[in-house]
């Protein structure tokens, strides 16, 4: 079934060019256009069947389109929306794939409503360390959690269609509100990867190489591209610095524990870790 | 080429299970005895061929025996010590295949001389959140890393020969002094699991759900076994401090340069940690 007309993807990486293998295989739109800055990226994915078409001009590339899909970094989104929202045609649906949402959300929700367009935040758990088109792959949401964040300005059937296309994709949508979106991924996704880089630079340089599996995965994030971070650490500021107040709490206690040689208790705290990591 | 005639693992677990079947897939030795304390993985180990026979009896296990090998967490290492090198034969060897390093060969190296045993600590870097004798696997230690960690009073012939041994069951040797061991160990393997351990204890239990493949992997480590891992954190303990402090520092900065909305620093901070993690 055809959910919309024309589809554009910005930011054609890891999740948009996913979004273009899926949307292509499932075929959910007539035409799936890609906005491009580089010639290359752009003809390996025309090539690769991730769009039908590219585009080099940011208006040209949304003016006729039904579902125009924002799939870069948080700040590049901030940066481009005016211009995108305003080369929209009324009553056209713009959503984001972004990893926070709260100032997305409100930002987005009210340059489109002055132009008629209806905006809708989302956000897929798909992402990866990896990045980039060679990445894509068409199967890429199929049983990820996908969140749909309204607030009470979206417009309801806007939300329904998007949900219709998340599901089609393969998703499981949860429908929740930014600020709890950002407050929940804060601790279960930003904390992780915060975690993960302060790890690695903690290291010292001459150690690094007995390294086991141990390091190896607890610090995979830590590969993670490093201008997305830092847009997720600016854009979800407040909840992240919470998070990683409750975690120092967490580790100052575990370190009393060790300093006073609290063996049952240590015994207790490894135990509680172990049964909620078995139980992820 | 038999290395000796009669070999015998304490503590058939996930590391002792591993090298019984190693050794009797290489034939490196003409018979070798675990020692157990339940009937039933006794039989399992028999039946999987990880073991010729089993034994119920401390001492009668010991006593005939060329190579000793503890493969029990530390506490239980330091528990039995006494009695397995009153039971051991003079000249015989004992190693130990612990996380931590000093605190062991500081131990049991003077037991052992006393009676003229060969006491040599080794650390095969294989050790994984699983544990038990199910996960065994005659090829876990091939191009593993294992630290041998004389003393100035270890013997030559006894480190000769079991680098040979460890070499013949496919590790990579790496001879250290056993304090820089757990020095690097305290970095490399420890930190990582208390800041696992830390993670999952910091993350609300109704968030859990909404954990991707991002918490997993970087706490993967909070499965491993709670006894383990409260001996190592007792027995490296000053180590395990000092990495802990040094990782606070490093997140403490990170904060301080989120708190700050310090862009440009979080983008090279984030940069350094991907360059680092990237060439593991």
Known sequence: MKLFNKITIIGVGLIGGSIGLAVKNKKLAKQVTG???RKQSAQKAIRNKIVDCASFDLTQ???????????TPVEAIKNISRRVVNSMKPGAI?????????????????????????FVGTHPLAGSEKSGLAFAKKN???????????D?????????????FWKQLGAKVVLINPAIHDHILAQVSHLPHMIAFALINSVPDNHLKFSGSGLQDTTRLASSP?????????????????????????????????????????????????NRRDNL
Chains 1, 2 share one sequence.
Do not use: M
């Open 35 to 37: 906005f491009f800055r």
């Open 61 to 71: 590339a949304v003016k006729d389109t039904d579902l125009v899909i924002l799939a």
């Open 94 to 118: 713009l959503i984001d794939v972004g990893s926070t949402k709260k100032e997305i959300v409100g930002l987005l929700g009210k340059l489109a409503e002055k132009r008629d367009i209806c």
């Open 140 to 150: 890429l949401f199929i049983q990820a959690i996908c969140f749909i964040t309204p």
């Open 152 to 164: 009470k300005g979206t417009n309801k059937e806007a939300i329904l269609k998007i949900e219709r």
């Open 226 to 274: 490093a201008d997305i971070w830092r847009d997720i650490a600016l854009s979800n500021r407040k909840e992240i610095l919470l998070s990683i107040k409750n975690f120092k709490e967490n580790l100052i206690y575990l370190e009393g524990l060790i300093n006073r040689k609290e063996s049952r208790k240590l015994t207790h705290y490894f135990t509680k870790a172990k």
